[in-house]
């Protein structure tokens, strides 16, 4: 049976090559594009667990694509970027994509990469035991089960969440009214690789701030204390 199926989006046949051969050998389902258009080719054909998607492609780049995905389906992607691209991490980030690689990458580095995001996806970083009873918590109209992964708006519609925001979200909801530097949110959300950088927490706050904050310009949910960290400023009930 599949590990998954993924898609690799890139224009270097030689890269195309190596994970078509390296991710099958590891139980996965391998298809490959090389640009938009046969990118929307491969979706046209059947649906993905994850893509693995270049920054600099001939004409529409990565980050573009990146969006667009972003905007119609909630399927984790993975971006490569080369050396030095702080700014196309961080791009990246905001449109809404679960990790990044820096080329040249160590496929093994890349394959941990893709099972830990496929884990959050799936929900089972950390499987609930038989019979035990979902973990929910209510804050301001907002109910969000740590269990399922799901978050429910104050209108009853479930918000859509990478990884990425559901990791922060679940660390600020078991920590309420309290300051959190961004290095024990690093360590909450389970980003601690070594090429994590600064700014990743406070692009993952942008994000989450944009689908819960009445008006993210002036947040009232999720507090900046200048120089110490974040407040997620709200009574949360465990329901």
Do not use: C
């Not at 090389?34 to 990118?39: E, N, S, V």
């Amino acid at each position: 049976m599949s590990a998954g199926h993924l898609l690799v989006v890139d224009d270097d046949q030689a890269i195309l090559d190596l994970l078509t051969d390296f991710l099958s050998e590891h139980g996965f389902t391998v298809a490959t594009a090389t640009d938009g258009r046969t990118m929307g080719q491969a979706f046209d054909a059947r649906s993905f667990d994850l893509v693995i998607l270049d920054v600099k492609l001939p004409g529409e780049d990565g980050l573009s694509l990146a969006a667009r995905l972003r905007a119609t389906a909630d399927i984790p992607i993975v971006m490569l970027t080369g050396q030095g691209g702080d700014i196309d991490r961080i791009v990246g980030l905001e449109l809404g994509a679960d990790d990044y690689v820096v080329k040249p990458f160590n496929p093994r580095e890349l394959l941990a990469r893709i099972k830990a995001v496929l884990r959050r996806s799936r929900g089972t970083d950390a499987p609930r035991g038989e019979g035990e009873r979902p973990d929910r918590r209510r804050f301001r109209g907002w109910e969000v089960d740590l269990s399922t992964r799901v978050l429910t708006g104050p209108d009853g519609r479930p918000v859509s969440l990478t990884q990425g925001e559901f990791n922060l979200l679940e660390a600020l909801v078991r920590a309420p009214n309290r300051i959190l530097s961004r290095d024990q949110l690093l360590a909450m959300t389970r980003l601690t690789d070594s090429d994590v950088f600064d700014r990743t927490i406070d692009v993952l706050i942008l994000r989450l701030r944009r689908k819960i904050e009445p008006n993210p310009k002036t947040p009232s949910l999720i507090r900046t204390e200048r120089g110490l960290g974040y407040v997620f400023a709200a009574d949360v009930e465990t329901v």
